[in-house]
């Protein structure tokens, strides 16, 4: 019998892990809890168990508190490889005996420090049979566990804790708040936190190195209750010291150590550290990258800090395609070079033909060609340059068009969350349509945008928000007339459940377009909606307004709205109901005094690691002709 703990008759004060193991009956195995290893060496810890005939073993689970028993089941080793046979009996019994470390640390993590566990191979406790035991074929084990009472924290302090901020961005999660509080259960993952909680407080407010000095965890198991006592060292401040890249190559090393943002003198801050990684990342040069801190901060106060990289190779092309019953497949093509001139300037070309399928004429097909430029790092390591060059010929329900347009700005990252954009546009486009014949445009603009966005991941969130207003004077000059064109959107999500396997997941957009007539404005810059990311069910930009003679042309004003039930079904499946709805109107504030077009439908999502993989079945409630009696779509990421 192993027994963690044993019961005095007068008060009896130690460290409760010490006294977990004082009186049982095991090998001197390492064991390490609250970051200490209290016996045993690492040859021990991590020896192979021993490889020989297959031994077969039923395993019978007993415990007296049915709501700790999945977490105790979820440490057994014994447990989760019931259905395998263990590597001989030597194998089995080494399964055994790291169970009782594995199970003992399980109920310390839920306040349980006087409990007692017993692991019996074939009637024998496991602790004491010798490796070469013979055993039943198969053996028996029956695992039963008395988890003890529930110890709650009469004591639970930091000693030397950080002073309070006054920046917002310094603050950390307090460790009370976390379950490190007299009165609360005395869980050992709480008093792991608030030591890595304790750290970081330091760390936020420029103390590199701080690190626990001591700690002290004691029980007191005739009161059930527990005094932790964590101490913490802060060290000195420190401040950045010269930033050194190695591992450069092609990409110039002193260009990334001022990519990183770390500017020398400055106060450390670990979150400049996190935003430098998430920055660099996002250049796409290098296939792993760390930021490596110096072992000592300098008598000056400097921290040097070294950012050691690894490249990719800075050339590579790709196609893709998609494909839905209404549009059609559509396939495309890349080259990408992204270290063009020695600073990670990204050049793509690339290509994309669509509509095959509805026809298989040539001239019916809608293409695109053209290249696009992004040079990074522009003035601040949060500015980009950004450049592009399109054709296009694109063939829809409502019009034909085909242009060539320009576009040149700036990008800049306000914070993790929030960025902004301002972009000149030019184009030359010719439309052709049913209802004004042929037209031709050139119109020369600004478009501005201003983004926040806190997703968790922007292929599948289950948290946060995206939103995004724009707005884009122009003047066309075919007609002599200025104008302006505004959206605003916004999109929630909220995940539930174990790993959010159940997603809330709401969009909303409205757009506004004031000018001359429609018959005097460039079609693509008037509103559609309809197709895979607006109005599922309906042909893409098929929904508009329509005209006496029964064409339909683009609005002045919009509004969509989405909404979608998300199901993981298991860690690859996942399963989706939605609805759409959008409307179209002809003056630039909507009346909606034309129908509002909505489709519902479900979905099938496959989780990758790039994202989800989506099909989706739509039906359009207020089909018209020529609208699909049902519709399909298949594409990466959700759809929204």
């Known amino acids: ?26 090998p001197a195995h390492a064991f390490e809890i609250f970051g200490i290893k209290l016996f045993g060496s690492k040859a021990e810890e991590t020896q192979d168990d ?15 508190d049915e709501d700790i028993e999945k977490k105790l089941k979820g440490a057994s080793t014994l447990w989760a490889d019931r259905d395998e046979a263990a590597s001989g009996a030597a194998g089995l019994i080494a399964k055994a005996r790291g169970d009782y470390r594995r ?38 084990v029956a695992i039963a566990v008395d988890p003890g009472p529930l110890f709650h924290f009469r004591q639970a302090e930091i000693v030397n804790q950080a002073p309070p901020t006054d920046d917002w961005r310094d603050e950390v999660d307090d460790p009370r708040d976390e379950g490190f509080a007299p009165g609360e259960v005395a869980r050992s993952g709480a008093v792991l936190r608030a030591e890595r909680l304790a750290v970081e407080a330091w760390r936020q407010q420029g103390y590199a190195k701080a690190e626990i000095s001591d700690r002290r965890v004691e029980a007191a198991h005739e009161a059930d209750v527990i005094d932790a006592r964590v101490t913490v060292d802060p060290g000195r401040k420190a401040y950045y010291g010269p930033v050194t890249v190695e591992g450069a190559e092609q990409v110039d090393a002193e260009w990334i150590a001022w990519m990183t943002g770390l500017r ?36 000056d106060g400097l921290l040097p800090i070294t950012y050691i990289v690894q490249e990719r190779k800075p050339r590579r092309f790709g196609v893709g395609g998609t494909w839905s019953s209404i549009d059609g ?5 890349f080259w990408l070079h992204r270290n063009l001139f020695g600073r990670a300037e990204r050049l793509k070309i690339e290509g994309k033909v669509a ?16 290249a696009s430029f992004v040079k990074p790092g522009v003035y601040t390591p949060d500015t980009s340059f950004s450049a592009s060059l399109f054709g296009d010929r694109e063939v829809l329900e409502a019009y034909t068009r085909t242009a060539i347009t320009l576009s040149a700005g700036l990008t800049h990252e306000f914070t993790e969350q929030l960025s902004g954009r301002l972009f000149v546009n030019a184009a030359r486009a010719r439309f052709d349509d049913d209802e004004y014949g042929r037209r031709d445009f050139m119109t020369v603009g600004l478009a501005g945008a201003l983004t926040y966005d806190s997703r968790d991941n922007a292929a599948d969130a289950t948290r946060g928000v995206f939103l995004e207003t724009t707005i884009e004077p122009f003047y066309e000059f075919e007609y002599g007339n200025p104008a302006i064109r505004a959206t605003a959107e916004a999109r929630a999500y909220y995940g539930f459940g174990e ?51 029964g064409n339909v042309v683009g609005g002045r004003s919009l509004a969509e709205a989405s909404v979608e039930a998300r199901m993981r079904v298991t860690d690859s499946i996942g399963l989706v ?11 630039s504030i909507p009346t909606f005094d034309d129908r509002l077009r909505v489709g519902v439908g479900g979905g099938l999502r496959y989780i990758t690691g790039l994202g989800p993989i989506r099909l989706d079945v739509a039906v359009p409630l207020d089909r018209r002709p020529g609208d699909p009696s049902v519709a399909f779509y298949v594409g990466l990421g959700q759809a929204f």
Not at 104 to 130: C, V
Not at 286 to 292: E, G, I, T, V
Not at 541 to 546: A, D, H
């Open 103 to 140: 199970m003992l640390a399980a109920l310390y993590g839920e306040g349980r420090y006087g409990g007692t566990i017993s692991i019996r191979i074939d009637g024998r406790e496991a602790s004491d049979l010798a490796p070469d035991a013979v055993l039943a074929e198969p053996a028996r």
């Open 577 to 587: 109901a939605f609805a759409d709805a959008g409307y179209v109107g002809a003056d």
């Open 50 to 64: 021993t490889i020989g005939d297959p031994q077969r073993y039923e395993v019978e689970f007993a415990v007296t």
């Open 499 to 549: 790993d959010s396997r159940f997603v809330l997941a709401g969009r909303v957009k409205l757009g506004s377009l004031a000018g001359p007539s429609v018959a005097e404005l460039p079609p693509d810059l008037l509103f559609f909606a309809g197709g895979g990311g607006s109005v599922r069910g309906y042909a893409y930009r098929n929904i508009g307004v329509e005209t006496p003679s």
């Open 1 to 26: 019998m192993h027994s963690p703990h044993i019961r005095r008759p007068f008060r009896f004060i130690v460290a409760a892990f010490c006294v977990a193991f004082a009186a049982a009956p095991l």
């Open 355 to 370: 509509g095959i399928g509805q026809t298989f004429k040539p001239e019916e097909f809608t293409y695109r060609v053209g």
């Open 264 to 299: 020398h003198g400055e106060e450390y801050d670990p979150d400049d550290i996190k935003r430098a990684a998430t920055r660099i990342a996002k250049l796409d040069v290098y296939r792993a990258a760390r930021f490596q801190e110096a072992e000592f901060i300098g008598d």
């Open 329 to 333: 497949v559509g396939l495309e093509a």
